[in-house]
Structure formats: structure tokens, C-alpha cells
T-cell receptor, first 117, second 114 residues
Framework: DAMVIQNPRYQVTQFGKPVTLSCSQT?????MYWYQQKSSQAPKLLFH???????NEADTPDNFQSRRPNTSFCFLDIRSPGLGDAAMYLC????????????????FGPGTRLTVL | GNSVTQMEGPVTLSEEAFLTINCTYT??????LFWYVQYPGEGLQLLLK?????DKGSNKGFEATYRKETTSFHLEKGSVQVSDSAVYFC?????????????FGTGTRLKVLA
């Protein structure tokens, strides 16, 4: 029944050591999102893919990159993690990105909690 | 700009008490409004939504009405249960540069005691 799957659920990395977080979906949705959620804060959108089109938020640091090799998978790469990048990372998908429909619902995975030592 | 403001938590209630979690928003245009819930160790789940003024979203006993005149979307439930303990996020969507973006509030933690 799992629809949006994130692996791993918990990731520990060292300061400056590259890390990749994974998201997969069984919904065949054409939009996938990555959010960063720090403790007691709202989720913050980092970027999203509409099919293969990548859309970066203006304030997302260059340290964060993403790849979407196919419809089902999307990866978040953190090239040189700093202590400030410790957070929960949420992946989400949505079915329709039509401008005519602004009621689109996002489906979230369980998140990956990243610890930076 | 667009923003969402929620009441600070935690909100602690006894079982069967009445719940209100306040949410107000600032937006240009006509956003859709959502409530998401996050149970411990899980991702966000859509609880309810409303797409235009005076719409009422409802699900699992929770309700919220889109009030354009007060720019509010307060979440209510008549009788909470221990299983409702979670973090609740108010959110809006808006169009910008040909895409849709979501803005979330900071979340309100609800604790329901037996």
C-alpha cells in the first residue's frame, strides 16, 4: 500500500561527506517535491520536478542538488553537508500540475531524518 | 507576500474536549487552503481542504471553513480522542510564475490526554 517511500528513514553522515536521500512513488504522479523540515518549523520547499523539468527555489543553497532518472524515483544529493543541514527531509508527489486546478493534493513520504556529525 | 500563521502549541486537551486551532493567512489572489496532520514518525497527510470562500472542508470529525473576510481557516473538532494527538499544519497554495507553491504554517502540536 505504500505510495511514497523514502530511504533510509534515518541517515547519519559526517560534516562535508556527500549524502544521497532517496524517494520513490507508486502513484505515477508527474510532480515530485523535496522539502526540508527543521525542528518545530514548517516544511520548506527546496525544489520540485514537473516530469523532467527541474524547478529550484531561489533560496535553496547550491549544496543541494536533485536527480529524477524516471517517473518513480527522485534523489536529493547534499554535496557537502554542514551542521545546519541536519533536518527531516520530506518527499512529496502530486498528480496534476495544471494551472486550471489549484486544489492539487500533495502526498508525503515518511521522511528521512538526517544527522550531521 | 503569501504567508500562513498558526497558533502556538502545544495544545493540551482532555479526551472529548472541543478543539480549535487557529490559522490565518495572507495571500494575493485566491489560494486554496489545507490542513495537514503529521503523526509521530510519519509524513504529512491531508486532513481536509477548501478551494474557495465559504467552502467547508471536513474529514474524520474535523472541520474548517474558508473565511475570506477574516482571512482565516480555523480547524475544529467537537470531541477529540487520544488518537488525534499529532502536529497539525495549515497550508495554502498559490500560483507563481506558471507553477504552484505550497506555504505551510509552523504547525501546532496537539496532545490529548485520556
Amino acid at each position: 500500500d505504500a505510495m511514497v517511500i523514502q530511504n533510509p528513514r534515518y541517515q547519519v553522515t559526517q560534516f562535508g561527506k556527500p549524502v544521497t536521500l532517496s524517494c520513490s512513488q507508486t502513484l505515477n504522479h508527474n510532480v515530485m517535491y523535496w522539502y526540508q523540515q527543521k525542528s518545530s518549523q514548517a516544511p520548506k520547499l527546496l525544489f520540485h520536478y514537473y516530469d523532467k523539468d527541474f524547478n529550484n527555489e531561489a533560496d535553496t543553497p547550491d549544496n543541494f542538488q536533485s536527480r529524477r532518472p524516471n517517473t518513480s524515483f527522485c534523489f536529493l544529493d547534499i554535496r557537502s553537508p554542514g551542521l545546519g543541514d541536519a533536518a527531516m527531509y520530506l518527499c512529496a508527489t502530486s498528480r496534476d500540475h495544471s494551472l486550471a486546478d489549484n486544489t492539487d493534493t500533495q502526498y508525503f513520504g515518511p521522511g528521512t531524518r538526517l544527522t550531521v556529525l | 507576500g503569501n504567508s500562513v500563521t498558526q497558533m502556538e502549541g502545544p495544545v493540551t486537551l482532555s479526551e472529548e474536549a472541543f478543539l480549535t486551532i487557529n490559522c490565518t493567512y495572507t495571500a494575493t489572489g485566491y489560494p486554496s487552503l489545507f490542513w495537514y496532520v503529521q503523526y509521530p514518525g510519519e509524513g504529512l497527510q491531508l486532513l481536509l481542504k477548501a478551494t474557495k470562500a465559504d467552502d467547508k472542508g471536513s474529514n474524520k470529525g474535523f472541520e474548517a471553513t474558508y473565511r475570506k473576510e477574516t482571512t482565516s481557516f480555523h480547524l475544529e473538532k467537537g470531541s477529540v480522542q487520544v488518537s488525534d494527538s499529532a502536529v497539525y499544519f495549515c497550508a495554502l497554495t498559490f500560483q507563481t510564475s506558471g507553477t504552484y507553491k505550497y506555504i505551510f504554517g509552523t504547525g501546532t502540536r496537539l496532545k490529548v490526554l485520556a
